[in-house]
């Protein structure tokens, strides 16, 4: 059994645990190139916090790993074929509904678990916290975590050479020859403002790119997939340990 999980456990075997952190994966249901399937941001949630959970709970920490949500906000994308789009206020609902049921039954810190870049729970925690004024909310988004350039010779953020090597190490039979993947070429924006930070529009994906990816997968390995992976878990599931086990204020 895995107590950390809560889709491999039972009542009976969980009933008597005191969790303190509850982590809830978030992905989405989108074409990820040619060569990676649908559903890698779902697969990259369940490789990611199991993998983090299990070594927080070796080390003493309480915490549930819940099923992952498999859709994002796809706002973008409703014109590629079978992307599906879930609507920020519908995902600001789904949150509602779960941390009123953890808040009933004592599990006060809560963490989202973000493997999709059209994902952004900031605001919506913003607006849940006042609301659950007992509760620790946060969220991370792991693709940020480390620092891409060390692992990986070409960047991008979607179906990219990090994407793709995770699944090469991860789950290698969902991914095809990288000679069936497009470049992932994405045409730069007219107005160069929205190619710096300080700006924001959002992007028509099939005005952006022609195979659905943005970044260069080609040079994708199981090796580097295995490198990234270790020092990302590494990191994760510190935090993970952090979150449950801390006692006494938040603030130093």
């Not at 190139?33 to 941001?41: A, E, F, M, Q, V």
């Not at 070409?154 to 050479?161: L, M, P, R, S, T």
């Not at 990816?213 to 090796?223: C, E, M, Q, R, V």
Request: charged share 20%.
């Amino acid at each position: 059994m895995k107590p950390y999980l809560l889709k491999e456990s039972r009542w009976s075997e969980i009933r008597s645990i005191n969790y303190t952190l509850a982590v809830l994966p978030w992905g989405a249901t989108e074409a990820h190139n040619r060569h990676l399937p649908y559903g890698t941001d779902n697969y990259e949630s369940d490789f990611i916090s199991e993998a983090a959970a299990e070594k927080a709970w070796e080390r003493g920490a309480k915490l549930i790993v819940l099923p992952t949500i498999p859709y994002g906000v796809n706002t973008g994308q409703t014109d590629i074929l079978l992307d599906i789009n879930m609507n920020p206020t519908t995902q600001l609902a789904i949150l509602r509904d779960i941390l009123t049921v953890l808040s009933q039954q004592g599990i006060h810190r809560f963490l989202v678990l973000n493997s999709h870049g059209g994902n952004d729970f900031k605001p919506l925690l913003r607006e849940l916290g006042p609301q659950f004024p007992d509760m620790l909310l946060a969220s991370c988004n792991w693709f940020d975590a480390l620092d891409k350039g060390r692992y990986f010779d070409n960047d991008g953020d979607h179906a990219d050479e990090m994407e793709t090597s995770l699944l090469l190490h991860l789950a290698p039979s969902l991914v095809l020859p990288l000679t069936e993947a497009g470049d992932g070429r994405a045409r730069p924006y007219a107005v160069k403002a929205f190619s710096q930070s300080w700006t924001w529009t959002e992007r028509k994906w099939s005005s952006v790119t022609d195979d659905t990816g943005i970044g260069n997968p080609k040079l994708a390995t199981a090796d580097k997939g295995a490198r990234f992976f270790a020092d990302l878990i590494s990191l994760v599931s510190d935090f993970f340990y952090d979150l449950a086990v801390h006692t006494g204020p938040w603030y130093q």
